[in-house]
């Protein structure tokens, strides 16, 4: 079903750059999720009193910005790079963010997978020497994607069986170069994997869990053959955000490929992970703020905390638009695998 090859979408890092400061923001809503506790801040509403939801995505990047920043010991003006994208057309957001944290900025876009993108990206102009760190954050909100991608809230519409709710929040971590004959331990980004854009035919924009989970599965197949490793390697593989449907369809996949996904109880989803069933999300999280929460709140505090020892973290986007879904199109998918160790 799916044709793997060896190739350079995985690179070992050499000099692999460690995590030096992370930091959360959440909503309401997912405040009363899951990981309700782990949140660095948690919004009272979900405006933080502006006008608009476009620029309450933006003050959740700024702060999710400097408290990861402040976290890792530095000023805003010791940052060489900061990696960011939303959901929002243009990225807005990170754009307009970008402007009042006045740092340099690579916009980035790989929908829902772009936490993963910026750390790959980062990891990679960190390992070769060019920079000495960067920040990479991302975010989403749920009532500025719904009016983009969906319907106006004013609405109404009721919520197909598929759907899943996007995240309010946003997460952002700050990398550090390696240094030399520095002996401190912590969390370091040891191998990367680029996903290739896989499209199984899946045109419902409402079921997003089917059309991203076969770049799932092919990204970490891929991963699995390059670095010759096996699920037993990893504390935990996490993919985001499928969501329960999607994850089930991972699962199936991934079985139809010879692993034994009953002895894979180290494997969970972003989506999944994020509220409660009581919550009637339908399918659970999804938005570029989810994985993003997830690997700020929860992932890299276990690594941190010598719970976890290797983490191989694959968040996920349905490279789609509100035009080529009225045109009737497929959704392509993509997906980037991050390893994060605990040295």
């Known amino acids: ?50 006008k608009t939801y476009e620029k309450t995505e933006t003050k959740m990047l700024v702060e999710a910005v400097n408290g990861a920043i402040e976290k890792a010991s530095l000023k805003q003006e010791d940052i060489n790079l900061m990696l960011a994208g939303d959901l929002m057309n243009q990225s807005t957001s990170t754009g307009f963010a970008a402007r009042e944290l006045l740092l340099p900025q690579l916009g980035l876009y790989d929908a829902c997978a ?18 000495s760190n960067c920040v990479c954050v991302t975010g989403s909100h749920f009532s500025s994607a ?15 069986k598929t759907s899943q ?93 010879g692993i034994n996904i009953n002895t894979l109880d180290n494997y969970n989803d972003c989506g999944a992970m994020v509220y409660e069933d009581s919550q009637g999300t339908q399918q659970g999280a999804s938005g570029a703020g989810a994985s993003a929460i997830v690997l700020t709140s929860h992932i890299l505090k276990k690594l941190q905390e010598g719970i976890y020892k290797k983490v191989l973290f694959m968040a996920t986007g349905a490279l789609l638009s509100t035009t080529t879904s009225q045109q009737g199109e497929s959704i392509p998918s993509v997906c980037h695998a991050v390893v994060l160790e605990r040295e």
């Open 165 to 257: 709710w996007t995240v309010t929040g946003a997460g952002a971590v700050v990398l550090e170069a390696k240094k030399e004959n520095v002996k401190t331990k912590g969390i370091k980004i040891s191998a990367v994997t680029i996903g290739k854009v896989i499209d199984f035919g899946i045109v419902d924009p409402s079921n997003m869990g089917a059309a991203m989970a076969p770049a799932a599965v092919h990204t970490f197949l891929t991963h699995l053959k390059n670095t010759k490793t096996k699920t037993e390697d990893y504390s935990l593989i996490v993919t985001g955000d499928l969501g329960l449907f999607g994850k089930r369809i991972f699962l199936e996949l991934i079985a139809k490929e």
């Open 114 to 131: 772009t936490m993963a993108s910026s750390l790959v990206v980062g990891s990679l102009i960190l390992s070769g020497g060019a920079m």
């Open 1 to 50: 079903m799916f044709d793997i090859k060896k190739n350079a979408q995985t690179v070992v890092l050499k000099n692999a750059p460690r995590v030096v400061g992370f930091f959360s923001v959440a909503g309401p809503k997912e405040a009363r999720g899951k990981l309700g506790e782990s949140f660095d801040i948690v919004l009272d509403d979900d405006t933080m009193k502006e």
């Open 146 to 160: 719904e009016r983009l991608f969906r319907f106006p809230l004013e609405l109404g519409n009721q919520r197909q």
